[in-house]
């Protein structure tokens, strides 16, 4: 059972995560049904006798083989093409955070705040406490109220990062001199981990990402108490 789930998709905590689930759902019942009829045609041609000396062509098969194909692939594009706009889309944000990708630690910095910003590092294992996860844990967590829409503006000092967290269906890389930005809706509370994307050095896989989702009026505490 554990090992199944390490293959499958997270749980979503966002309708980003949400409509890419559909579509890989969508799309894998696509491929199972052609490798199940490719399958039974392959076995059927290698187990019967059936022969036809005479056969020089077969206009309806391969229209029918042409046309087929087509009607599959747009079928998986324009649902793609939909996503891609979905995802690209940044919709009058409440809140705009900037995550700088450093060897090999993140740091935080909430525009809408004159004086919030912090860095976030990993959690040694000689450190942690019993309900920390090892390798995943950090100090400083990045925190954000649900049900609200975030801008993620994302960038780096050294090499390329990548900003990923699999639950929210976030992915954006992080490039020297240039801003990339994302955006997200959080519907549940709760903890996300994620991890640096990109291979960025020696210590890439040590530099986890620590998302905390509370109630929009905790948020204001936490603001008013991290600003003082």
């Known amino acids: 059972m554990s090992t199944w789930k390490t293959i499958l998709l997270q749980?979503?905590?966002s309708p980003l995560m949400e409509q890419l689930m559909y579509f890989h759902d969508h799309t894998l019942t696509i491929l199972i049904v052609?490798?199940?009829l490719v399958s039974q045609m392959l076995v059927s041609m290698l187990f019967n006798k059936f022969i036809?000396?005479?056969?020089?062509e077969g206009q309806i098969i391969e229209t029918i083989w042409t046309i087929l194909p087509a009607i599959t692939l747009i079928l998986i594009a324009l649902p793609s093409l939909r996503l891609l706009y979905i995802l690209d889309e940044i919709n009058n944000p409440m809140?705009?955070?900037?995550?700088?990708?450093?060897?090999?630690?993140w740091s935080y910095e909430y525009s809408d705040y004159k004086t919030l910003e912090f860095d976030s590092y990993m959690i040694p294992t000689n450190e942690l406490k019993p309900f920390n996860f090892r390798l995943l844990d950090v100090d400083n967590r990045m925190v954000v109220?649900?049900?609200t829409q975030i801008r993620m503006i994302v960038s780096a000092a050294d090499v390329i990062?990548?900003?990923?967290?699999?639950?929210?269906?976030v992915k954006i890389d992080g490039t020297p001199g240039r801003l990339n930005q994302t955006?997200?809706?959080?519907n549940r509370t709760g903890l996300f981990y994620g991890q640096c994307s990109e291979i960025c050095g020696a210590n890439h896989s040590f530099m986890p990402i620590v998302l905390e989702s509370i109630s929009p009026d905790y948020f204001m505490k936490w603001i008013i108490s991290m600003s003082k």
């Not at 809140?95 to 630690?105: D, P, R, T, V």
């Open 11 to 13: 749980d979503s905590a």
């Open 34 to 36: 052609i490798t199940i």
């Open 52 to 56: 036809h000396r005479y056969l020089l």
């Open 95 to 105: 809140i705009s955070i900037k995550a700088i990708g450093h060897q090999w630690y």
């Open 145 to 147: 109220p649900f049900m």
């Open 161 to 169: 990062h990548s900003w990923t967290i699999p639950s929210l269906g």
């Open 183 to 186: 955006s997200f809706n959080i």
